[in-house]
């Protein structure tokens, strides 16, 4: 079976490709992963310590510092180290979902932004370019992606963990790990994974 690209099918896709270009987005994740590699020369050849620290702490602190932590340690590349990488610095560091989602108020647009979907976007990108030392496929990152904003599991939920904690979301709902390890053997596991060079 063939399929022919139809002239309106070519323009809408010319079209969406000219409002991502305007939006500067792929200028964003080239910076991120331009900078987390000057962070990783830094501490890798240079042997300097860093400090990260955006404006606030709560956007590209933690972006950088993932990423980071992902290149320069095995262990963040496995599901395990993954998951704790988001709990540790996105979750328990507060990175305010709930404002930068929109998930509780329409009208508050002025602090939405998809810093974390960047961070998921960059770890794909390196995911692709050395997929074989992740223990997950790229598969993990898209549902992650999608369920951030499918409010069916509470770890996106709220701005910080007092504000989760106070509003008993644990006990309200699941955590979207439990549904990774549900699935991990037959949807996200990477059959090329060789795990941590020897």
């Not at 955006?54 to 992902?70: M, N």
């Not at 508050?108 to 995911?127: A, M, P």
């Amino acid at each position: 079976m063939s399929y022919t690209i139809t002239a309106t099918e070519k323009s809408a896709s010319q079209g969406w490709h000219q409002i991502l270009d305007s939006s500067n987005y792929r200028t964003v994740l080239m910076r991120l992963l331009s900078c987390t590699n000057e962070i990783l020369q830094a501490m890798i050849v240079r042997q300097q310590n860093i400090l990260i620290h955006c404006s606030d702490g709560w956007d590209r602190t933690a972006q950088l510092s993932s990423l980071t932590q992902l290149m320069i340690d095995p262990y963040f590349r496995t599901f395990e180290g993954f998951q704790v990488l988001i709990e540790k610095d996105w979750i328990s560091f507060g990175h305010m979902f709930g404002k930068r989602c929109g998930h509780y108020s329409a009208s508050d647009t002025g602090n939405r932004s998809q810093i974390f979907l960047q961070f998921l976007d960059c770890v794909q990108h390196l995911w692709h370019q050395m997929s074989t030392q992740f223990e997950f496929n790229d598969r993990l990152l898209t549902f992650i992606a999608d369920e951030l904003h499918s409010c069916k599991y509470g770890n996106f939920f709220y701005n910080n963990e007092y504000e989760r904690n106070s509003m008993k979301v644990s006990e309200k709902t699941i955590s979207i790990w439990t549904a990774v390890q549900m699935h991990k053997d037959t949807v996200f596991q990477n059959p090329n994974y060789v795990g941590e060079a020897r």
